[in-house]
């Protein structure tokens, strides 16, 4: 009703959610509505589920706040009625809230879901009870699905006779500020992060996550004396696995401060800090020719080397080769611009989209990524004379999915485009980012992590520096940056590791391969430490 803004204005709206009832709402008593039509909302609903943005700010359950509103990406793993006005929704998305949280009172007879996932899960799953409007469609979601909840409420609150507060989610009724239920395709770009970020926990974990009470409830210890034990032992676990040189025998880092370099040890250590403290800027490009670090550049840079090379028009003479077909047209915006796409053929056919590499020239960030969102491989070319060639090398040479691949200025010397014809004449053309590099004349940076640990034992603190590119967190460096989900289980991982506002006896142990360098220049000569051959343990991750 807010859109109608004239007399003899008027209009049909529906609701957007997959599943409720097709039912238009409107100003006018008198209006056609047809079934093409009513079958075009229906595509309508289920593109809004994939591309629409999210209407307010997103959180993870790790992240939430008393008296916020936000929205949650999530799986069902659990439902029931509540009463005739609202209805309970259990839902995790792998982390686990800060807070407290309210336990709807059910019957266990009412709920539904597989019952051993929901006990596992009872350290990670939260309640939410929607309202009104909502219940509707909350009955009718299917158990596993995944959903983005639009607009929950949290709210803290105690109960009657309790000391202690707790938070309570609510999706109030009614559809302002986008309220809603949505449920999300299999192919959303947001499920497949959180599935792949769910499949990676290890459940089994989870049910070590139990509060003093709910041990003494399950009767595993008989008194104080076998819970001391207990706890004791899992203090000495380490959280990091040796993956080689099992026959080192521990040393003290004061032996190992006090030795000469280059040599190997293997350590027992705390965790007492780490740098960066914000963990993306632990991202770095490594040359493994030349051994320089580079910082990775940012979305602003890429978008300025485009603009600037949309300055130069595509070359006709250069389109529609044996090895490629090409497409051109202008833009309609007051720039004008001429956009060239060039689609790499195989044995002359074009390929499916998710096997085709395109060169593109003149096109924006917003449209280059689009694109990488479709086709296997893009790269960001513009015209010579004689050939296409890549941008300057501060630009990737490459985007695959989210990830952009760059080259090192110093060590690479790049060639003609024309040189991936020869992958193209490969009988099964893989496109692999190396092989392309190769051709092209490029040296690849590789995406590492850089940190730096300072690891004390009681006889000594040592700084160690980790120089990893998926081995230490079991995490691609190449795809943190582009992957919410990564993010936040390396952040659980360094908060296991280092668990924040603990003492230091209560930090718990690591046990490390560390190997010392010298590093010496005309002025002075020093020793460093480098971690390696170490991974998180499983029951971590």
């Given at each position: 009703m807010q859109g109608v803004t004239s007399a003899g204005f008027a209009s049909l709206t529906f609701d957007g959610t997959i599943?409720?009832?097709?039912?238009?709402?409107?100003?006018?008593?008198?209006?056609?509505?047809?079934?093409?039509?009513?079958?075009?909302?229906?595509?309508?609903?289920?593109?809004?589920?994939?591309?629409?943005?999210?209407?307010?700010?997103?959180?993870?359950?790790?992240?939430?706040?008393?008296?916020?509103?936000?929205?949650?990406?999530?799986?069902?793993?659990?439902?029931?009625?509540?009463?005739?006005?609202?209805?309970?929704?259990?839902?995790?998305?792998?982390?686990?809230?800060?807070?407290?949280?309210?336990?709807?009172?059910?019957?266990a007879r009412d709920l539904e879901g597989e019952k051993v996932l929901l006990h596992q899960l009872?350290?990670?799953?939260?309640?939410i009870l929607v309202y009104d409007n909502h219940v509707q469609l909350a009955k009718s979601l299917k158990i596993g699905s995944f959903l983005r909840i639009y607009s929950i409420h949290t709210k803290q609150a105690s109960a009657d006779g309790e000391d202690g507060s707790h938070i309570e989610f609510h999706l109030h009724g009614g559809t302002c500020y986008g309220r809603g239920i949505g449920v999300l395709p299999e192919s959303n770009l947001d499920v497949k992060e959180l599935k792949a970020f769910l499949e990676s926990m290890d459940l089994a974990d989870s049910q070590n996550m139990e509060t003093m009470s709910s041990v003494e409830l399950d009767g595993t210890f008989n008194n104080v004396t076998d819970l001391e034990s207990h706890l004791q032992r899992c203090q000495q676990l380490s959280v990091t696995?040796?993956?080689?040189?099992?026959?080192?025998?521990?040393?003290?880092?004061?032996?190992?401060?006090?030795?000469?370099?280059?040599?190997?040890?293997?350590?027992?250590?705390?965790?007492?800090?780490?740098?960066?403290?914000?963990?993306?800027?632990?991202?770095?490009?490594?040359?493994s020719k030349c051994n320089c670090l580079q910082e990775v550049p940012d979305g602003d840079d890429f978008d300025f080397?485009?603009?600037?090379?949309?300055?130069?028009?595509?070359?006709?003479?250069?389109?529609?080769?044996?090895?490629?077909?090409?497409?051109?047209?202008?833009?309609?915006?007051q720039k004008q611009r001429k956009i060239a796409i060039h689609f790499v053929k195989h044995d002359e056919m074009l390929q499916q989209a998710e096997d085709t590499l395109l060169m593109i020239e003149g096109g924006t960030l917003k449209e280059v990524w689009k694109l990488t969102k479709r086709f296997k491989c893009v790269i960001p070319v513009r015209s010579t004379e004689d050939d296409l060639e890549l941008l300057d090398l501060s630009a990737p040479f490459l985007l695959q999915g989210n990830i952009k691949y760059y080259g090192c200025k110093q060590c690479s010397t790049p060639k003609p485009i024309k040189s991936l014809s020869s992958i193209a004449a490969q009988q099964r053309p893989s496109w692999e980012p190396n092989e392309i590099a190769q051709v092209l004349g490029i040296e690849p940076l590789q995406y590492v992590f850089i940190m730096t640990f300072t690891l004390v034992d009681g006889t000594g603190a040592l700084n160690a520096y980790l120089f990893d590119y998926e081995k230490f967190?079991?995490?691609?460096?190449?795809?943190?940056?582009?992957?919410?989900?990564?993010?936040?289980?390396?952040?659980?991982?360094?908060?296991?590791?280092?668990?924040?506002?603990?003492?230091?006896?209560?930090?718990?142990?690591?046990?490390?391969?560390?190997?010392?360098?010298?590093?010496?220049?005309?002025?002075?000569?020093?020793?460093?430490?480098?971690?390696?051959?170490?991974?998180?343990?499983?029951d971590v991750v």
């Open positions: 599943g409720e009832p097709i039912v238009p709402r409107t100003s006018s008593k008198v209006y056609t509505f047809m079934d093409e039509e009513q079958k075009t909302i229906e595509e309508l609903r289920v593109w809004a589920a994939s591309n629409l943005s999210i209407s307010g700010p997103a959180a993870k359950l790790s992240g939430v706040q008393p008296m916020l509103f936000f929205d949650l990406t999530c799986q069902l793993v659990g439902k029931a009625k509540v009463d005739g006005s609202s209805y309970l929704l259990k839902v995790w998305d792998g982390t686990k809230c800060p807070y407290p949280t309210w336990k709807v009172p059910v019957e009872r350290n990670l799953t939260v309640d696995v040796l993956t080689d040189h099992q026959d080192l025998n521990n040393t003290e880092l004061k032996t190992i401060l006090n030795s000469t370099a280059p040599q190997q040890y293997r350590i027992r250590a705390k965790l007492r800090t780490y740098k960066p403290q914000k963990l993306y800027q632990s991202i770095k490009l490594h040359c080397i485009l603009q600037g090379s949309a300055l130069t028009a595509p070359n006709p003479e250069l389109h529609n080769t044996s090895w490629y077909d090409s497409v051109m047209w202008t833009t309609q915006d967190f079991q995490i691609p460096a190449s795809e943190i940056l582009t992957n919410n989900f990564l993010q936040q289980k390396m952040q659980m991982t360094m908060n296991t590791l280092c668990p924040p506002g603990r003492k230091l006896d209560d930090l718990p142990w690591l046990e490390c391969f560390i190997k010392s360098y010298n590093v010496r220049d005309a002025m002075q000569h020093q020793v460093y430490y480098q971690i390696f051959d170490t991974t998180v343990a499983e």
